[in-house]
């Protein structure tokens, strides 16, 4: 059957561009210039993986074009002949060559030399094994744990006392040394210009270092299958010089410009039994790990029912670069979308299954008040760090109120600084925590030695020390430790009136 000619040159076009797109889509994901590409090195470990991944790829590349010019050598050079015999229409087979069976120097040849391949391969990879374990004897390397979560990454400095999540800061010129755990299924820790990966194992702890050359940021990525999220599980790298970095070491140990605005009184009512925003704080580093392995714990005994789990820390979340562990860029717009909506940014993120004020769905806020959570947090950024946004002039504006009452001054600050948002002001009425009603008549029996309003102020600044029974600890923030002596009695006063 005669194929028509049109069809015909469909059919070689269809196969022409599926070889260009095939060829295209190689040299794209060769690109050594794509952030996530291995073949650009940005640090010595990146550089020892390279040079094992180049000595194995020219063996493995020149053993190639042996083997198959061998093979090509025997089809063209042995291909089964035929002899015309002259002056007739008939053919002479060709006489089949020798049989032979078994050559011993041969067969010894052929496995010395693998043998010999092998160890060329395993004495520099083992070798490399060991130098990425390490960080080189005589440095002084920055210590830091990277920890898995389902999906986000927490980054500890243990011995700066900072915890941040998903941005990781270093210093150039100096090797980082990692310890990496996880606090719920393998992850994978990796810097493809950089070093990796490395996996996260839950209840083990496994290590390695990087260092980078030049100032500048890197893209990190999960590179273990981990859940729904695992391809949404990116963090960054920003590498600084020395003196930069120690500038970020200080501002992540100075408190933020302002932190009083009705945002900060829905974040805390609303976000603060998950994310910490104060690990600016004296000894906030302790309390941190020591919530985050509480959480973990829950979570490790009763997967269905823990009803917190870990979230990362927001402490000057204004200065960071990216949101939802690397998915956008952090600008306002995005961070309302963020807060609004998180599963529409990341489907799989915890938030909305976990935190009331969704219940599963879009934010139970009005437009406003997730523009003032949003705000709040931008508006995170140590004091004395760039310039501050306008919003927060016009928060530190609104701070100037004249209070005719310490009462008065109370109930606004209950209100502001988010505590309604957990407890209810009617009987019986429980939000999160227990009611305030008729709180003057129950503190004073509390604890003995305290008076009612001594109790009630202990209650805030430490909220951990007295849990009224059928309530859980470490759910109540325990940051009003930062209001003035006068904001905290003004709040006692305030809360000895509820009836
Ligand atoms: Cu974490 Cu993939």
Known sequence: MEIPHKFMITKKLLKYLSLSSLIAILLLSCSPHHEQS???????????????????????????????????????????????IPGSDFKL????????HGN?????L???????????????????????????????PL??????????????????????????????????KVTLQSQDVIHSFWIPQVAGKKDTVPGNTNQMWFQVDEPGNYSGQCAEFCGVAHARMRFRVIAEDEADFNVWLNAMKTPPKTTSSEGYGLFLAHCSMCHSIDSYMN???????????????????????????????????????????????????????????????????????VATVYQGGAAKLK???????????????????????TSTESLEEAEVMVWNTPEEHG???????????????????VIVGPSMYGLIDRSGSKVEGLSAEEYIYQSITYPNEYIVDGYAANVMPQIFINLSEEELNALVSYLITIK
């Open 93 to 100: 087979p060709d006489i089949p060559p020798k049989q032979v």
């Open 143 to 176: 210590e830091i744990v990277a920890m898995g979560h389902q999906w986000w990454w927490e980054f500890r400095y243990p011995d700066e006392g900072i915890v941040t999540a998903n941005e990781l800061r270093v210093p150039t010129n100096r090797p980082v």
């Open 283 to 353: 000894e906030s580093y302790e309390k941190e790990i020591t919530v985050q392995d509480d959480r973990w714990a829950d979570w490790f005994h009763n997967q269905e029912e823990s009803a917190r789990v870990s979230a990362p820390n927001l402490t000057h979340l204004g200065i960071r670069t990216m949101l939802a562990a690397g998915q956008k860029d952090m600008t306002r717009e995005n961070l309302i979308a963020w807060i609004k909506d998180p599963s529409d940014i990341k489907q799989g993120t915890r938030m909305q299954s």
């Open 367 to 389: 437009e406003h008040e997730v523009e003032a959570i949003a705000d709040y947090l931008l508006s995170q950024i140590p004091d004395g760090w760039g310039s501050v946004s």
């Open 38 to 84: 291995t073949f650009t090195n940005a640090g010595p470990v990146a550089q020892a993986q390279s040079e094992l991944f180049y000595l194995m790829f020219w063996i493995a590349g020149i053993i190639f074009v042996l083997v198959q010019g061998a093979l090509i050598f025997a089809l063209l050079n042995f291909r089964r002949k035929e002899h015309p």
């Open 104 to 108: 011993t120097k041969l067969e010894i």
């Open 411 to 429: 109930e606004y600050l209950f209100v502001n600084q988010g505590c309604s948002g957990c407890h209810s002001l009617n009987e019986d009425e």
């Open 110 to 140: 052929w496995t010395i030399i693998p043998a010999l391949i092998l160890v060329a391969i395993a004495v520099p990879t083992v070798q490399t094994i060991y130098s990425t374990y390490e960080p080189p004897e005589d440095s002084d």
